[in-house]
Structures are given as C-alpha cells and as structure tokens.
C-alpha cells in the first residue's frame, strides 16, 4: 500500500471518512476544510496509522487530492498561514503531495523554516522523508538540532544510513561540552555516536 | 484553585510568568490580539503576530502546563492607520483556527469613523465566523464608548450573551449589566480595576457574566492579580464555588460558545509532545 492508501484504509469505517469525503466535495471551502479538521476530526492518534493522529491524516488527504498542477503552491500557503498543527499537517503530507521534482524550490523550503523554528513538533515532522531532498549538511544540522532540543532520534527517517562521519564529529563535540558542563549526552545520541565510531555505547559497559 | 485568564497578553510575558502562574493555578489563558506599544506599519507584521498567537505561543505556554487560546483582530488604535487596514482583509483565515477562540480585541480608542467602520466589520466577521466577540473599552471617555459600544452591538446582530466587554468600571458596569452582554474587568496593579474594588463590584453585581482577568501586558500589569482577587473574594465570604464560577467556570462557558475550546490537556487527555525543549533548557 501506498501511504496515502494506508491513510484511508486507517480512516475507513471511522466518521472521520465521511467528514473527508464531505470536504473533498465542497473545493470551493478547501483552505476552511484544512483549518477546520483539528476540531472536526479531533486529535487524538489514528489506530491503524502509526505515527498519524486523525486531523493530520485527513490533512493530507486533501492536500493529495489537489490538482498536479497546484498541489506544491497550495501547501506552500496552508503553511506559510498554518497554525502549528497545519503546519506539521503540511510537512508530514509532502511525500504524497502529487507533485514532481519541479516543485522542490517550493517546497524543500517549508522543511528549512520547519528546523528553523524552536517547535520540537515541527523539527521532528521536518526530518521524515522528505527530508531525503534535504542537502546533507542541512540534515545533519538538523539532526544536532534533535539531540540539543530532546527530540528523539527515532524521529530522524534513515537516520543510521544517513549518518556519516562528519555527523560523528559534530556529535562527539556536543558530548565533550555537554561533558563539560556536567550536563549528561542523551542516550539515542550517546548509541549513534557509538554506532558511527564504533564505540560501544555507554549504556553497554 | 482552578484559574483561566480570559484576557492576558503573554506574548509580552517571560518564561519566570508562566511557572508562577501555572504554580499559582492559572491552567488556561486566552491572550487576544492588540497593539504592541509600537505601531505596526503593514499587514505582515500583523499576520507574523496572529501565526505567532497560534502557533509558538501556544507551544511555549503548553511547555509549563498553561493551555493557551488567542483572540484575532485589528485591534481600535491601529484600525485608525490606513497602512494597517488591509490586514481587514485577511482575518477571515485566522477566524478559521483552531485555538482561535473569539474575535478581538475590537472596539474605540478614540471613537472616529475609522474605528465605527472597522467595529461594524469585524462584529460581522464574528457572526460570520460563529465567533464571540471580546470588545476592549476606551481609556478615555470611557461612559460614552462604553454605550456607543453597546449601540453598535445591538445593530451587529451577534447576541448579547456571545459578546464581552471588557475594562469595565464603576462607572460602566451598569450599562453594561443591563444589557445581557458578559462584564470583563482587568485587575491593575494601580489603575483600572484593583482587587477590593473588583469584590465590591461582585457583591453589588453578582457573579453571573463576569469575567475576571489581569490584562497582563508590555506595561505595569501582573499576570497573579487574578488569584490575588481570589483571595480576596474568599476573604470577603464568597464561597469556593463562587470562586470557581469567576475564575474557571465563566471564562469556560463564555469561549466555550466558539465550540473550539480544549481543555484536553488540563482535564487529562494528552497531546503528543516531546519529553524535552528547548525553552525549558536543560530538559528538567
């Protein structure tokens, strides 16, 4: 199954289906619809669609029914006006957005702002896979951005084949000033810096 | 106690306010959109505000346990700057949010026909919108913006009981009481309204339709002058009950008409966030 595929089977029987389908109906009302599914759908995390609460699922929904041909501008601008909870909505969708590499000068961007901002929530949505389309210096300051703000690492898509020794280096500076401070390294940070030097980590001595 | 402060700009607030509040009680807060002691000059800087009322500030409060809803508007001093109207325009994609929970603060500054024309505009938008409406009165000539207010409310057509008018006085009260809209006071450190005051107010007035909160802000204000009036009610024989109907029960009932207030994450039901952040340093 596709993603957008096990959205829908996630949604299907729930009256979060009908209400989708009721806004995919009305176009007209598509940017009302977006701001309005928090509170249609409510919040609470999707059964069937790890990692997805219902309003976030129906939001991409609707933003993977757009038009080829606007689909990267539209989520440009539910993002540039989102709340925050649009705003991830907006990121999480990007894969499925039905849009080409054409669009990335458009859309790449929403994912710089989204590590640019102090949310934990919007960093974390910025660094699934889209972020594939991120440079690897990007990525990796993103990453470090993770490990200094307490967002898992498990958040990070294809974190350990992405990993690379430059990224070892940034984090064994992290620990040495962390080390410092008397401050401790967060553990998921700790094992990939173990992982990438070949160290054991410290929660296996 | 249980504290939710209908009307406080956090914005202008730090980090120290919300851990004193939320140790004091003040779980819930709507912080409404106003000026910002400097004028603004366009739109953007306006739209970068309300993004900011729905999103980071929110998130910061959530940091500390205080829940957090914000009011949109043009607020009436900067209605009166052509460079700032065109920001009219663009309300009706902010009324549309979530945590967006009434429209306001709308009303006179200074009672011109610019701010008649922008009041008339944004009352229709909170019809609209299916909004209530948070409606600040003058400073200056309050009595006589207190009743243009009132005039105007009429004709908008939203009903009493969705709007609040706020900075209420002795002098005001009345008119106000009278007319079945909901009666805010903002408990100042010196001026407008102080806590012994306030009580003496609530003895007079009951505490039906009333809304208590600090108008915290840029300026001389102090975001525990609501619990302080608690206290104050409790010394002066109001009952826990009575308490809890002024500082929870009212705020609730009053934004609750917007069908868009959650207090999940107060009541229990957890959003999903991350153990640590980054304004809390240190991940304690």
Same mark, same amino acid.
């Not at chain 1, 993977?64 to 990267?72: I, V």
């Given at each position: 199954?596709?993603?957008?595929?096990?959205?829908?089977?996630?949604?299907?029987?729930?009256?979060?289906?009908?209400?989708?389908?009721?806004?995919?109906?009305?176009?007209g009302r598509?940017t009302?619809?977006?701001?309005?599914?928090?509170?249609?759908?409510g919040?609470?995390?999707?059964?069937?669609?790890?990692?997805?609460?219902?309003?976030?699922?129906?939001r991409?929904?609707?933003?993977e029914?757009?038009?080829?041909?606007?689909?990267?501008?539209e989520?440009?601008?539910?993002?540039?006006?989102?709340?925050?909870?649009?705003?991830?909505?907006?990121?999480?969708?990007?894969?499925?957005?039905?849009?080409?590499?054409?669009a990335?000068?458009?859309?790449?961007?929403?994912?710089?702002?989204?590590?640019?901002?102090n949310?934990?929530?919007?960093?974390?949505?910025?660094?699934?896979?889209?972020?594939?389309?991120?440079?690897?210096a990007?990525?990796?300051?993103?990453?470090?951005?993770c490990?200094?703000?307490?967002v898992?690492?498990?958040?990070?898509?294809?974190?350990?084949?992405r990993?690379?020794?430059?990224?070892?280096a940034m984090?064994a500076?992290?620990?040495a000033?962390?080390e410092?401070?008397?401050?401790?390294m967060?553990?998921?940070?700790?094992?990939?810096?173990?992982?990438l030097?070949?160290?054991?980590?410290?929660?296996?001595? | 106690?249980?504290?939710?402060?209908?009307?406080?700009h956090?914005t202008?607030?730090?980090?120290?306010?919300?851990?004193?509040?939320?140790?004091a009680?003040?779980a819930?807060?709507?912080?409404?959109?106003?000026?910002?002691g400097?004028p603004?000059?366009?739109p953007?800087?306006?739209?970068?505000?309300?993004?900011?009322?729905?999103?980071w500030?929110?998130?910061?409060?959530a940091q500390?346990?205080v829940?957090?809803?914000a009011?949109?508007?043009?607020?009436?001093?900067?209605?009166?700057?052509?460079?700032?109207r065109?920001?009219?325009?663009?309300?009706?994609r902010?009324?549309?949010k979530?945590?967006?929970?009434a429209?306001? &603060?709308?009303?006179?500054?200074?009672?011109?026909?610019e701010?008649?024309?922008?009041?008339?505009?944004?009352?229709?938008?909170a019809?609209?919108h299916e909004?209530?409406?948070?409606?600040?009165?003058?400073?200056?000539?309050?009595?006589?913006?207190?009743?243009?207010?009132?005039d105007?409310?009429?004709?908008s057509g939203?009903?009493p009981?969705?709007?609040?008018?706020?900075?209420?006085?002795?002098?005001?009260?009345?008119?106000?009481?009278?007319?079945g809209?909901?009666?805010?006071f903002?408990?100042?450190?010196?001026?407008?309204?102080?806590?012994?005051?306030?009580?003496?107010?609530?003895?007079?007035?009951?505490? &039906?339709?009333?809304?208590?909160?600090?108008?915290?802000?840029?300026g001389?204000?102090d975001?525990l002058?609501?619990?302080?009036?608690?206290?104050?009610?409790?010394?002066?024989?109001?009952d826990?009950?009575?308490?809890d109907?002024v500082?929870?029960?009212?705020?609730?009932?009053?934004?609750?008409?917007?069908?868009?207030?959650?207090?999940?994450?107060?009541?229990?039901?957890?959003?999903?966030?991350?153990?640590?952040?980054s304004?809390k340093?240190?991940?304690?």
């Amino acid at each position: 199954m596709t993603p957008p595929e096990r959205l829908r089977a996630a949604l299907r029987d729930t009256p979060h289906a009908a209400w989708l389908e009721q806004a995919l109906a009305e176009p007209g009302r598509f940017t009302r619809s977006f701001a309005a599914a928090g509170r249609r759908t409510g919040r609470a995390p999707l059964p069937g669609a790890p990692g997805w609460t219902a309003d976030e699922a129906v939001r991409a929904l609707l933003l993977e029914s757009l038009p080829p041909g606007r689909a990267a501008a539209e989520a440009h601008d539910l993002y540039r006006h989102g709340d925050a909870d649009e705003k991830r909505a907006v990121l999480k969708a990007l894969p499925m957005l039905p849009a080409g590499a054409d669009a990335l000068p458009v859309t790449v961007p929403l994912l710089r702002d989204a590590i640019r901002t102090n949310d934990a929530r919007l960093l974390a949505a910025a660094l699934g896979p889209y972020a594939a389309h991120l440079d690897q210096a990007a990525w990796r300051q993103a990453v470090l951005k993770c490990v200094f703000m307490g967002v898992p690492l498990s958040e990070v898509d294809r974190l350990d084949e992405r990993a690379d020794a430059e990224l070892a280096a940034m984090l064994a500076a992290f620990a040495a000033e962390r080390e410092a401070a008397g401050r401790p390294m967060p553990g998921d940070a700790a094992a990939l810096l173990g992982r990438l030097t070949g160290d054991r980590t410290p929660e296996e001595t | 106690m249980r504290i939710f402060d209908p009307h406080i700009h956090m914005t202008s607030r730090t980090t120290d306010d919300y851990a004193r509040m939320a140790a004091a009680g003040v779980a819930a807060v709507v912080e409404p959109s106003f000026w910002l002691g400097q004028p603004r000059t366009g739109p953007s800087s306006f739209t970068d505000y309300f993004d900011s009322l729905v999103g980071w500030e929110p998130y910061r409060a959530a940091q500390f346990g205080v829940v957090h809803h914000a009011t949109i508007a043009l607020n009436p001093k900067e209605a009166n700057d052509p460079r700032c109207r065109p920001v009219l325009d663009l309300l009706p994609r902010y009324l549309d949010k979530d945590r967006v929970v009434a429209v306001g &603060e709308i009303g006179y500054d200074s009672m011109t026909p610019e701010e008649d024309d922008a009041f008339e505009r944004q009352l229709a938008l909170a019809v609209e919108h299916e909004l209530p409406a948070l409606v600040h009165t003058p400073h200056r000539d309050k009595a006589a913006g207190t009743r243009r207010t009132l005039d105007l409310v009429k004709a908008s057509g939203l009903e009493p009981g969705r709007v609040a008018v706020d900075h209420l006085n002795e002098v005001t009260v009345g008119l106000v009481h009278g007319s079945g809209c909901w009666m805010g006071f903002s408990i100042y450190p010196e001026t407008k309204m102080s806590p012994p005051r306030m009580v003496e107010l609530l003895r007079r007035y009951g505490t &039906e339709r009333v809304l208590v909160n600090s108008a915290a802000d840029w300026g001389v204000s102090d975001p525990l002058l609501t619990l302080e009036t608690a206290r104050e009610m409790l010394a002066a024989g109001f009952d826990e009950d009575d308490v809890d109907q002024v500082m929870w029960r009212n705020p609730v009932e009053f934004y609750g008409q917007s069908g868009r207030l959650d207090l999940s994450a107060v009541t229990g039901a957890a959003e999903p966030t991350f153990a640590g952040s980054s304004i809390k340093r240190g991940g304690e």
